[in-house]
């Protein structure tokens, strides 16, 4: 089975401290995403991309940046963390065509 | 842009009572429809597809989407729910990005809950 492993299941930073949120997926998949679930609004999409050093903008990038050095591995960079970025933060990952995402279990973020 | 609208945040339902879930979508183009489940306390996971084909989808545990096109919609059916249906249900349409790549984009979710 395919594995998405994000680095922390739960995290609690203070506002303006720099954050990062590791993703790794262990079946060479071309594509990788970050969502963050908050309730009522369901999914948004952050960045995602679609190859090594890749990275497209999702709808909702403000104050978010991607890193993705590996194929099996997509970092999400908060800069400065704001409490509004306090969320459930999602990784996934597909084969190109998209036919199925695979997701890991995410990161709750508290920004005090 | 294309977009997802699930028309109900929460659908409350009795045991074995039918449901059905709606999703409508905004494309100029052709789609990759999908349903995604989360269970309690679990991660998101695919329900069904539409891909190509027939328009009629079906899942292992009983739950059927059709696709139709003259109304852009995809919505989510089951005849008789049992209790561990209660989960939020997210309905999703990739985009084409460019010639090589695309993107999913959810709706807002379903949250059903089964009253016994």
């Known amino acids: 089975d395919v594995k998405v492993t994000q680095s922390s299941r739960y995290l609690v930073k203070r506002t303006g401290e720099k954050v990062f949120l590791e993703c790794v997926q262990d079946?060479?998949?071309?594509?990788m995403f970050w969502y963050r679930q908050d309730p009522g609004l369901g999914l948004r999409l952050i960045y995602f991309?679609?190859?090594?050093?890749?990275?497209e903008k999702g709808d909702i990038p403000e104050g978010y940046s991607v890193s993705r050095e590996k194929k099996e591995r997509f970092s999400l960079i908060l800069e400065s963390a704001s409490t509004n970025q306090t969320s459930m933060y999602l990784c996934?990952?597909?084969?190109?065509?998209?036919?199925?995402?695979?997701f890991g279990s995410g990161t709750q973020l508290s920004v005090l | 842009a294309q977009s997802v609208t699930q028309l109900d945040s929460q659908v409350p339902v009795f045991e074995e009572a039918p449901v059905e879930l709606r999703c409508n979508y905004s494309s100029s183009v052709s789609v990759y429809l999908f349903w995604y489940v989360q269970y309690p306390n679990q991660g998101l996971q695919l329900l069904l597809k539409?891909?190509?084909?027939?328009?009629l989808v079906e899942s292992i545990n009983g739950f059927e989407a059709e696709f139709n096109k003259s109304q852009t919609s995809f919505h989510l059916r089951k005849p008789s729910v049992h209790i561990s249906d209660t989960a939020e249900y997210f309905c999703?349409?990739?985009?084409?990005?460019?010639?090589?790549?695309?993107?999913?984009?959810f709706g807002s979710g379903t949250r059903l809950s089964i009253r016994p």
């Open positions: 996934a990952s597909s084969t190109r065509t998209n036919e199925k995402l695979f």
């Open positions: 079946m060479d998949h071309e594509n």
């Open positions: 991309s679609y190859d090594v050093k890749m990275k």
């Open positions: 999703a349409v990739r985009v084409n990005w460019d010639s090589s790549a695309s993107k999913i984009i």
């Open positions: 539409y891909l190509s084909g027939s328009t």
